[in-house]
T-cell receptor
């Protein structure tokens, strides 16, 4: 298996533009997680899905952020409009089961820079 | 609320020496603890875990120690190698949630 795949790896955009980050989880994993990583706040869970259904989106910063999972092999995280404070590395992770007891496999991340 | 923190943001060790990375957590309900390693340009990777009913667990060159009394977790790396240079995160949680610490940068000096 190729592991969790994310695209793009790097994204530079201007404030106010829409940004879409993409993730392909490991085949057979029922859980998908979106994280944001910054120096100030570390790794923060934004939202996670179970069988394509959003379960907990309490970490989503505000309405400018939205996430979808139209099928078991694809998820998107969209920011509209983007702001400089959204600059961070965004990780997607997947796991076979939920909760801390089950290893989450992380993708390589998307480094987002909003100018 | 839950917080997971690290005592030292950076740690430099000589190649061949042992490394110790520390982590404090606040939620006494946490019953599962994990260490992740993140190399430059990559996502976090699982290293070792420990459950609350244990106080020590060993892997290949790594040992995790858990002190629930003081809510402290440590990762020991034996005979540190250049490939060990990375950011190390502790994470704590339960069946439903996992919370990550802010990370410690380990640098292995030649």
């Amino acid at each position: 298996d190729a592991g969790v795949i994310q695209s793009p790896r790097h994204e530079v955009t201007e404030m106010g533009q829409e940004v879409t980050l993409r993730c392909k989880p490991i085949s057979g994993h029922d859980y998908l997680f979106w994280y944001r990583q910054t120096m100030m706040r570390g790794l923060e869970l934004l939202i996670y899905f179970n069988n394509n259904v959003p379960i907990d989106d309490s970490g989503m910063p505000e309405d400018r952020f939205s996430a979808k999972m139209p099928n078991a092999s694809f998820s998107t995280l969209k920011i509209q409009p983007s702001e400089p404070r959204d600059s961070a590395v965004y990780f997607c992770a997947s796991s076979f089961l939920a909760g801390a007891y089950n290893e989450q496999f992380f993708g390589p991340g998307t480094r987002l820079t909003v100018l | 609320g839950e917080s997971v923190g690290l005592h030292l943001p950076t740690l430099s060790v000589q190649e061949g020496d042992n490394s110790i990375i520390n982590c404090a957590y606040s939620n006494s309900a946490s019953d599962y603890f994990i260490w992740y390693k993140q190399e430059s340009g990559k996502g976090p990777q699982f290293i070792i875990d420990i459950r609350s009913n244990m106080d020590k667990r060993q892997g290949q060159r790594v040992t995790v120690l858990l002190n629930k009394t003081v809510k402290h977790l440590s990762l020991q790396i034996a005979a540190t190698q250049p490939g060990d240079s990375a950011i190390y995160f502790c994470a704590t949680g339960s069946a439903r949630q996992l919370t990550f610490g802010s990370g410690t940068q380990l640098t292995v000096l030649p």
